[in-house]
C-alpha cells in the first residue's frame, strides 16, 4: 500500500511510518485557513442547461464546484431567493435547489445532485433554479446568495466557519461536456481505499471491502484499538460521488448513528449501505472519522473508482 505525504484542506496531515504500517494521523487545533491557501475562492457554479420547466417556468441547471481549498457544505440562504437580471430586468427566482445536501465535499470536486428526501424515502435532487415566466436573453446573469461552512464538522461550534456569500453565474457561458466529479486535482487529496486511518483515542480504521449489491455498495469497517479502554469511533453513513456527478447518500450528523463498540486490545467490524444506479462507475467515498476528540470529525476521499 503506498501513501503520499498528504494534504487534506481541512487540516494538516502528518504521515507516520513504521515498519510494517502506513497511518494517516490529524492533529488537533490545526486552522482551515492553513490549509485552505491563497487562492481559494469559495463555491462557484455554471448551467449546463437552460430551457423550460413542464409548467413552462425558466429553468436553469447548475453544477456546483469546490473552490473553498477546503471540505465544504453550502447551501443557498434561506428564505432568499436567487436573481435573474436579463435584458435591463431583474426577476426573482423563487425555485431554488442549490445546496450539497448537509455533506462536506472534498475540495476541487463538483456535482450537480444529491439526495434528499427522507431516511425511509430518498429521492435523487438535481441543482437548478427556476425563475416563473422570465427569459435568459444575451447578457444575463443568476446571483445565489448562499452559505458555506468549511473544515471539520465540529457537533459543539457547527457554524464556526460559517461564510455568507453570493456566487453569479453568467448564463451566457453554458457548459455541456463537463466531468465529473472531480474539476480540480488537489495534490494528495485522495486517498487509496485500504488506508489505514488513525481515528479518536488512537483507534485505527481501515475500509476492507466493497461490494456492489442490488440496490448500491455495501461498504465493512474494520477498527482495531490498542489502547486498554474500550471506544466508539464515529463515521457516520459515509455517502459516495460517481462519474455522475451525483452526491449518493441521505445526510446524517455523523455522531448519532450508532456504531459497535472496539474493545481494548480488539477488532470491531460494521457495515454500511449507500443506494447507487448500477450504471454509474468512478465512486469516490467522502468519509467522516471522528477524529481527536468526540464528536470532531476529519475528511477523506477514498478512492473506489476501480469498484
Not at 457547527?158 to 453554458?174: R, T, Y
Amino acid at each position: 500500500m503506498s501513501i503520499r505525504k498528504v494534504l487534506i484542506p481541512a487540516l494538516l496531515v502528518y504521515i507516520l511510518l513504521s515498519c510494517a504500517c502506513k497511518y494517516i494521523v490529524l492533529p488537533e487545533g490545526l486552522e482551515s485557513s492553513e490549509a485552505a491557501g491563497e487562492e481559494a475562492t469559495g463555491w462557484s457554479a455554471v448551467a449546463t442547461n437552460i430551457g423550460k420547466s413542464e409548467a413552462g417556468d425558466l429553468h436553469i441547471d447548475i453544477t456546483l464546484q469546490n473552490g473553498t481549498g477546503d471540505w465544504s457544505a453550502m447551501k443557498a440562504a434561506e428564505g432568499k431567493p436567487a436573481m435573474l437580471t436579463s435584458g435591463g430586468n431583474s426577476t426573482n427566482c423563487d425555485t431554488v435547489f442549490v445546496s450539497t445536501g448537509g455533506h462536506r465535499l472534498a475540495p476541487g470536486f463538483q456535482m450537480r445532485g444529491y439526495t434528499a428526501g427522507t431516511k425511509t424515502e430518498p429521492v435523487t435532487q438535481p441543482i437548478y433554479v427556476e425563475c416563473g415566466d422570465a427569459e435568459a436573453v444575451s447578457g444575463s446573469k443568476l446571483t445565489i446568495p448562499y452559505t458555506y461552512v468549511t473544515g471539520q464538522y465540529n457537533y459543539y461550534e457547527q457554524d464556526k466557519s460559517k461564510v455568507v456569500d453570493m456566487m453569479e453565474i453568467n448564463l451566457d457561458e453554458v457548459v455541456m461536456d463537463l466531468v465529473y466529479p472531480v474539476a480540480e486535482q488537489v495534490d494528495g487529496l485522495v486517498q487509496e481505499a485500504d488506508v489505514e486511518i488513525v481515528a479518536l483515542n488512537k483507534v485505527i480504521l481501515t475500509l476492507t471491502g466493497v461490494q456492489r449489491t442490488d440496490s448500491g455498495l455495501k461498504f465493512t469497517w474494520n477498527t482495531f484499538n490498542p489502547s486498554q479502554y474500550p471506544s466508539y469511533v464515529h463515521i457516520g453513513i459515509p455517502p459516495v460521488i460517481g462519474a455522475d456527478g451525483i452526491l449518493y447518500g441521505f445526510y446524517e450528523t455523523p455522531d448519532i448513528v450508532p456504531v459497535p463498540i472496539t474493545p481494548a486490545s480488539g477488532n470491531a467490524e460494521w457495515t454500511t449501505e449507500v443506494s447507487v444506479p448500477q450504471n454509474i462507475k468512478g465512486f469516490y467515498i467522502m468519509l467522516s472519522v471522528e477524529t481527536g476528540k468526540a464528536r470532531l470529525f476529519a475528511n477523506y476521499a477514498l478512492d473506489i473508482t476501480g469498484e
